[in-house]
């Protein structure tokens, strides 16, 4: 009757709790109308409840401070994401929850006894090796163990952890799901009620929740996710074709290419192919004035927002080359995005 079709957006720390006070919204740490509705969306794309959060870490530091207590002992990838492994180091470690790491393509290798948590980032970022979820799910599981599965380069249309037997799903909506490049926002997924309710514990204790107008925002990104993502996969199908012919690049990663070693399973247990693509160029400086000068690149650290962006990985200290890029395809109209990717390469060597 006349309601507001796009979201209602609820800035209130406060609500009105006369009597006692139990189920409504009193007080802005516990809960939030616009939260509910970007949970609700999320729930839907995961098939599994979802606990927002402020940023990506947020939601990966609360399905750890959810599930682990001192004497854990975690396996996190050596290639994945650095920040994951600098919350191990930096603030686990000194509570009593110690950690190993392993490469994501040989995850499975040594398997997971001794563990509680098994973590993995499933294409890899930034070097895109990938390992068989479902075979690291029933091996953890045989240990004892939870298998947590960052999912931020694929999104819940790309590849569905939960699926294939993942207790936990966590991801950094700041990427593709908002897809705008202006918010940072995370969420934890899971099937399993106890892990939802520690979580959910978790963000009401810590206070490490989302603003209002944030989850507002990523809500209308998420209504456009899927175009976009289709768009931005599709685009990346193209151009990773067209670099592996071109001479100024060596070491190319894409896991859509037929050669690539991640594409065999990646068709197994991808939806998509995603929309980053890896490779090498022959120094720093070159990497540098490719990036720089392309017009339609935008010289940024993250991924998934519309506009194409890139990164020379080793200025953020990822172990790969000084010439490692990563590129994420973003929604420009495929040709002129070649077009301007293959002129700046051909700058660069010539
Ligand atoms: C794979 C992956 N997970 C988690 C994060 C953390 O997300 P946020 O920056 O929103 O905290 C990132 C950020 O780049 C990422 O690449």
Redo the contacts with the bound molecule.
Sequence with gaps: MGDSIPLPLTMAAIFHAPGDATGFNQYGRFSNPTWDAIEHMLAHLEDAPCVAFP??????SAAFFAVLKAGDRILLPSD??H??RALADRFLKPLGITYDVRPTSTFLDGGFDGYRVAFV?TP??PGLDICDIAAVADAVHKAGAILVV?N??MTPFGQRPLDHGADIV??????APNGHSDV???HVASRNADIIAAVTGWREVSGSIPGPFEAWLVHRGLETLDVRFDRMCSSAEVIARRLQGHRAISGLRYPGLEGDPSHNLARAQMERFGFLISFELASEDKAEDFINNCELMQAA???GGVHTSAERRLKRGDAVPAGFVRLSVGCEPVEELWKAIETSLDKISS
């Design positions: 940023s990506g870490m947020a939601a990966i994945g994401y920040t994951t980032e890899a970022n960052d931020t380069t966590v991801a950094a909506d700041t990427k940072l926002f995370g650290t993250s991924f």
